[in-house]
């Protein structure tokens, strides 16, 4: 419900309407010009998800905004205070000081992308239904898990598209596009929430785009056919594709499925910067681009609106003048962003957090799994989890192709980044974690080959890694007394290796040949399975992590040959 809807000027900010309760201490959003304290409209049986109890005396709201709840006082207008009280606290108490709520934001946005997830929020009712009706929801047509968990690691896939819709945007050209998947980030949140990675997609690399099952407006579905070998940005937009077609592509790329897909256009970026009063960005040398119309000087610069938009979009006037130069402007934007966000001024600052949140949920277009603000919220709270030294940006490795125009994943280097991102290694901790990884090496003797006995199992790995497996160890390896059994009995993620006490120096033998870490060890108690001769054999489990036979079992950051940064550090554009 906006200003108007309650009865107020139209020239009036929502962000305005917060005051102070002296008695609490606590904001409170004042819907009402003769209320002396906010009112809080009583929810409707059943509805949005909220739910409202009430007690004898004083009258409560409770609502529920992701994992959590919060209580607030539902203050009747015109209510008085005992005849006689004080306005304020009893003689000799200290006025209580107001309360710093940290409430939890995170913002995405590069190039013409972003999203605010917004917790814990105080605000009414009335304004919550306000915030989840701004929020568009589209159909992930199964492309995606279903959804994100507290308990393991959370992928998330943020598109910006360029199609000029919304108001300013007339002026870009194109008008009558459908929009294409102009600039995409893949954020991978650790399942410890420790660490994060931000995996810049180009949109002029060339993919493979799967048929696609779409869920066109009128609720039927359309199986849209793939194409082969064409660029990325075409797998949004064109041909009838929805963001769920770019979800099938990038798991395609890179064998990681999304939990959920965000959209947002070109409105995100100059709302949001605005919002926030501002985002800093810093210039090697000046810009004065005639495409995207910014004119920037040395060093450093306050941007929003119009130019934090034409900054974004910046291409040939930095770097080689590529798609993957603008890339750079677009991360060293983002951490910037992200560090205006999680400071102070941001944080404990209601107008700024109201701003946001409406410039948030407006931008957004997101699966409807996920198309309500306490869900939001909940997923919010399990990104902003990770601190800025840990959250990582990077961009797909590539080469360039031979029509000049358009680049190839690198072979060896874009495989090895996908890898890293889907086994949830971290980027921003790499000796720390290298240090763990040698000093959790398996200690002890190691059989010889041919003297490990083992039994292989297909739990979840791609069809005929068992069989590939055991070709393997048994032509290239030595390791003569080894089945596969076909598939387990069901699947997991992480390859085990499961051995009794007296197969440890086996275990180890092939944890080497196979590069499997310490933690796929299960030791048991001396109750394995036992072979044609009778003799105990291990079970080799291979999951969904298997990356095939003879191919190390873990991943390294260390080993990786990618730009990478950190948002809590300043980089000057060149």
């Given amino acids: 419900m906006d200003a108007q809807g309650r009865g107020r000027a139209d020239d009036i900010d929502p962000a305005d309407q917060w005051v102070l309760n002296p008695n609490t201490g606590e904001y409170e959003l004042r819907l009402t010009p003769s209320a002396p304290q906010s009112t809080v409209p009583r929810p409707r049986r059943n509805g949005a998800g909220a739910t409202g109890k009430r007690s004898a005396g004083a009258r409560t709201e409770t609502m529920t905004a992701g994992p959590g709840t919060r209580e607030m006082p539902e203050v009747v207008p015109g209510q008085r205070r005992r005849r006689g009280a004080p306005p304020g606290p009893p003689p000799g108490r200290r006025r209580p000081k107001p309360k710093a709520k940290g409430k939890r934001v995170l913002v995405w946005t590069g190039g013409v992308l972003a999203f605010v997830l917004v917790g814990g929020s105080a605000a009414g009712y ?19 898990t279903g959804g994100f968990s507290t308990d393991r690691a959370i992928n998330v896939l943020i598109i910006g598209t360029d199609k000029r819709s919304g108001k300013g945007n007339e002026g870009y050209g194109d008008t009558g596009s459908a929009g294409h998947a102009d600039t995409t980030i893949l954020l991978h949140v650790s399942k410890d929430r420790t660490n994060a990675t931000a995996m810049s997609i180009p949109r002029d690399m060339v993919v493979d785009i799967p048929d696609c099952p779409t869920t066109q407006e009128d609720g039927s579905t359309k199986d849209i056919p793939g194409t082969p070998g064409t660029r990325f940005n075409v797998s949004l937009g064109q041909a009838g594709r929805t963001p769920s077609c770019t979800m099938r592509t990038v798991t395609e790329l890179t064998g990681i ?150 680049v190839l994943p690198a072979p060896e280097k874009a495989q090895a980044l996908f890898d890293t991102i889907r086994d949830d290694v971290s980027l921003s901790e790499v000796k720390k974690q290298e240090k763990a990884k040698e000093d959790a090496k398996l200690k002890g003797p190691r059989a010889e080959a041919s003297e490990v ?114 948002a809590d550090k300043e980089k000057c554009a060149e």
């Fill in 126 to 144: 009335a304004y919550y239904r306000h915030l989840n009706d701004n929020i568009t929801a589209l159909s992930d047509d199964g492309a995606s």
């Fill in 257 to 406: 499925k999304p939990d959920h897909f965000m959209v947002a256009d070109f409105n995100a970026v100059k709302t949001l910067s605005t919002a926030v009063g501002g985002v800093e960005v810093c210039l090697k040398k000046a810009i004065d681009d005639p495409k995207s119309h910014l004119k920037l000087p040395e060093g450093n610069s306050v941007i929003q609106g119009e130019q934090a938009l034409a900054f974004v979009r910046t291409r040939y006037t930095v770097g080689f003048g590529s798609d993957l130069s603008r890339i750079e402007l677009q991360q060293q934007f983002l951490s910037s962003l992200m560090r205006k966000l999680k400071s102070n001024d941001t944080l404990t600052n209601p107008s700024k957090m109201l701003k946001l949140a409406e410039a948030g949920t407006e931008a957004l277009t997101v699966d409807s799994k996920i198309a309500d603000l306490r869900k939001l919220a909940a997923l919010g709270q399990e990104i902003g989890k990770v601190n800025t030294k840990n959250l990582t940006f990077t961009t797909v490795p590539v080469v360039d192709n031979t029509d000049g125009a358009t």
């Fill in 453 to 566: 006995r083992v039994d292989i199992y297909n739990g979840g790995a791609r069809a005929g890694s068992a069989q590939e497996t055991l070709t393997y160890l048994q032509n290239d390896e030595g390791v003569t007394k080894s089945s596969q059994l076909g598939n387990a009995d069901k699947n997991q993620a992480k390859t085990t290796l499961a051995y009794d006490p007296d197969q440890a120096d086996q275990a180890r033998k092939l944890a080497d040949i196979l590069g499997l870490p310490a933690s796929a060890l299960k030791p048991g108690d001396g109750n394995s399975e036992s072979n044609a001769q009778g003799l105990p054999t291990m079970v080799l489990t291979l999951g969904e992590d298997f990356k095939g036979a003879g191919k190390s079992g873990s991943s390294s950051a260390a080993d990786l040959d990618v730009e990478k940064n950190t």
